[in-house]
């Protein structure tokens, strides 16, 4: 069965830096690491490939250096990797994004290499839109399961998964293919072997810019985003702490206080 | 003035560490200065108080456990008090950090890499050299025993190591000044390389100016990682002799700690075997064909099991990562390189190595990402915490049980023969074990998990039995977690009765009354008959 795994670069840390003319994510790689519900993504698509044999392409879109993180997917399992690359991208929504990734999946429908299942992380940890993987399956045509936390069943033909809701859990199948995104806790992502690191840094990774999958211009990068970004910012922390020494007894009467002082 | 408080209730956590051996006091203080501390012991000197030291109390050989007397608790001396530079044999620019020694590691640590050490009642110059420390490549202190909420002091005290220890040593080498009060209340203040013992006899000046003269004790220290008794041994630099000694010679108040810069690359990788021997076999490949690998740990077949029942369990191991079925026991190795080429380079060269004994790369979890490192440690960490909980499910139904650990190391040359040693008598002995450790110093921790009392005693006799086997490979009976008072026995094992007697009187050279630590190396019974003479 062929899967394919769509992948995020997002900043290491959760100190993002903004800038400040465009209100979008700086992204200059250095701090750049796999998206934790991708992760996810891609170690359910490694159970799936040990099960029902078959191979792995991960996607993404991304600055040249989104390569690297490819590379590492290849070193956990992924069989090949695809990075949409080029200016003409930038400063995409999820309306632009999920765009352009659909062209790299037009072009393996073309190549009669189309997946059976594409796999998305529920959102990234940096926008937490959740958009990029109903937004894909649309523009595919094809149907999407959100928030699958387990995949209990999967065939070439079929997936049957639990997913959860506002209202509980939900099982649901659906014929392949297929497009569902999966909970950060759905598998935990394994490390890498010597022989995947070996694998990783030679395995194959083909980039593309927005002509070499048929992109339409307009449709891509800022250009293609009714998106607008009025204003962004950091939340000012204003926190207190009150820290209370001394004996038991002493931290009691202290506390006490300190209760009392907020009128409790 | 800091006040010396009854010992009540509030403290009785203060009555025990991490050995979960109980001890009993009838005084406790928390001094915040040297002048505190000076304080206190001239006024008990003077009723011949004996004097326990605390810091964190996350020893395992009861060091910190009163016996008596006061308890002097050291946990609010915990600021960072200055930075200065100097050159090393090579003359590159050293930074050398000042510390008092309630400072806990996991703070100081957390400091370092934040940038963001309180500079409060600092020097200018010390806070220009600061900015110069922040300003340049990262740095790091590099010793890293497993319980990171240990004080600085504590790690001093016993000579503390860790997995790194493997490459970069115990924390002695890392240690540069030292400022100890003596029971008296005097001050002895030394630097790295300004004073030596003149064979075994050393001269030491009081900042009052009293001339302490010391006899060294004239055993032959092992040729291993050792935490055992005093440093001994010709000409040493006095520094050293402080460096281990259980807080039987006086009480550490200022301590200058080098910083090392950060490696550019740390990469970690374990690696899984089917069988121990293949792990033996790795381990020495790896000792002499790795030259950037930092700590070499293993995890036998037990703990592995343990760990995978755990997180069978759910609760907090259940998100490790998934440990192979087939594995039978791991190695740890930690990859301090200076560049990512460098890395790649070892790290295949690993995989080289497991397929000369018998093992395959397919069967390594190679760490290069954050979170993978993250995992990593995590996965480490949780070997000896699942071992913890197994026993601490058996308390519920024997409340008397208590996990039984060695810490003996022995010379590269005898690893496989302390391994069989420990293999064949536990089988013999009927017991369950878990091993794990710092296999790259041949120092495993080998614990004895007891289903019952006959099953601890067992294990005591044991471990009595590889102390003396242990002693005659060449080894030590304690690499890491000193001897404290649980295994002063072990001590006469490995040194006899005449050097204990030797280490005995060069402490009644710093501390004449014998009040400091009382029950630390050596038992109180032979202390007192030292005094007395």
Redesign the interface.
Known sequence: MRTLVCIKAVP?STEVKMDPVTNTIIRDGKQS?VN?FD?AALEEAICIKEQLGGSIIVLSMGIPATEGLLR?CL?RGADRGILLSDRAFAGADTLATSYALSCALEQLRTANEFPSLIICGKMAVDGDTAQIGPELATTLGIPSIVNVEKVLAVSEEEITVRRITDLGREIVSCKLPALITVTKDIR???????????FG?TGPVEVFGAQGVGADATRCGLNGSPTQVVRSFTPERTHEAITIEG???EQAAQLIDVLGGFGL | MVEIKKMALDYLDFLRDESRSIGEAESISFPVTEEDVCDILSKLSLNKTPVTIQGGRTGLAAGAVPHGGHVLNLTKMNRITGLYTNSDDSGHLRYILQVQPGVVLSQMRKDLEDKNISTTGWSQEAIETLESLYAGPEHFFPTDPTEISATVGGMVACNASGARTYYYGPIRPHVFGIRMVLANGDIISLKRGEVFAQGQSLTLTTLKNRTISVSLPSYQMPHVKNASGYFAAPDIDAIDLIIGSDGTLGVITQIDLELLPLPQVIWGVSCFFTEETQALDFTVLVRNEITHAAALEFFDDHALDILRSQKEKGGLFASLPAIDPLAHCCVYVDLHCNSEEEAYSDLYHIGELLSSCGASEHNTWAARTALDKEAQRFFRHAVPESVNMLIDERRQTNPSITKLGSDMSVPNDKLYAVIELYRSTLKEAGLESAAWGHIGNNHLHVNVLPNNMDDYALGKKLFASWAATVTSMGGAVSAEHGVGKLKRDFLITMYGEDHIREMIRTKLAFDPQGLLARGNLFSEAWLDEEVAK
């Open positions: 290491s690491v934790p992760q590492d070193s935990i992502p394994r490390m890498p072997s010597i022989a995947g690191v070996r840094e004996t038991s007894s």
